[in-house]
């Protein structure tokens, strides 16, 4: 009997064995995948450029000793937030590169709704700039103002308080927003119409 005990304990030890092995090899494909995912994850978060030398004109200029912080635009929540990221970058030559300073100035670029989304999160949430930088486009992503289009032009009037002069100038500034940019004889067109 203790032969057939000892026998099956060893049968018993070998299926464990079994058993493990499987979920070990099971555990280490899904960490894998997720990896595979996470690291897929990524490229796609960074296809839109957000790095400094996606954003900046002349990434590889620096400025001297002695930089002094420059007078950021503020972005208030409101606008274009890609347009305000690429501003941002430009203003920081000479330290753009140095990712916790770029990090670190980021915030006096922002005022309003802007900066209350800044100050909420902990100073130790983002570990890069681009993690921040995405963050920032992900929650103003719908802040952002749409272009005009040609229906928009038609419904403009000439307010009550303005001279035909401020008018056309105002309908001129409205329709270099507009997408796809207008020819002159469809400028011309659209503003007798409107």
Same mark, same amino acid.
């Given at each position: ?6 026998? /099956? ?6 299926? %464990? ?15 894998? $995948? ?5 690291? #897929? ?6 296809? /839109? ?18 930089? !002094? ?8 929540? !409101?606008? #274009?937030?890609?347009? +305000? ?13 140095? %990712? ?5 100035? &980021?915030?006096? @670029?922002?005022?309003? %709704?802007?900066?209350?989304? +800044? ?5 130790? !949430?983002?570990? @890069?700039? @681009?993690?921040?930088?995405? $963050? ?8 952002? $103002?749409?272009?005009?289009?040609? &229906?928009?032009?038609?419904?403009? /009037?000439?307010?009550?308080?303005? @001279? ?19 020819? %002159?004889? /469809?400028?011309?067109? #659209? &503003?007798?119409?409107?």
């Amino acid at each position: 009997m203790p032969h057939q005990l000892h026998s /099956e304990v060893n049968q018993h030890r070998e299926a %464990e064995k079994e058993v493990r092995a499987k979920a070990d090899e099971y555990m280490a494909k899904e960490i894998h $995948e997720l990896k595979k995912a996470f690291k #897929n994850l990524k490229i796609v978060r960074s296809m /839109e450029g957000l790095e400094y030398e996606d954003l900046c004109v002349h990434p590889d200029v620096d400025l001297l000793a002695g930089y !002094k912080v420059p007078k950021f635009d503020m972005f208030d929540g !409101k606008g #274009n937030r890609r347009a +305000h990221l690429r501003s941002y970058c430009h203003k920081l030559v000479g330290v753009g590169k140095d %990712e916790a300073i770029r990090m670190k100035l &980021f915030i006096r @670029s922002l005022t309003r %709704e802007a900066i209350d989304w +800044h100050t909420i999160q902990g100073p130790q !949430k983002w570990r @890069s700039w @681009s993690v921040m930088a995405q $963050e920032f486009m992900d929650r103003f992503r719908f802040n952002t $103002e749409t272009n005009p289009d040609k &229906f928009y032009l038609m419904t403009l /009037e000439k307010k009550t308080i303005e @001279s035909f002069r401020e008018y056309a100038m105002r309908w001129r500034a409205e329709t270099a927003r507009v997408q796809p940019p207008m020819g %002159e004889d /469809e400028m011309t067109t #659209n &503003f007798i119409r409107s």
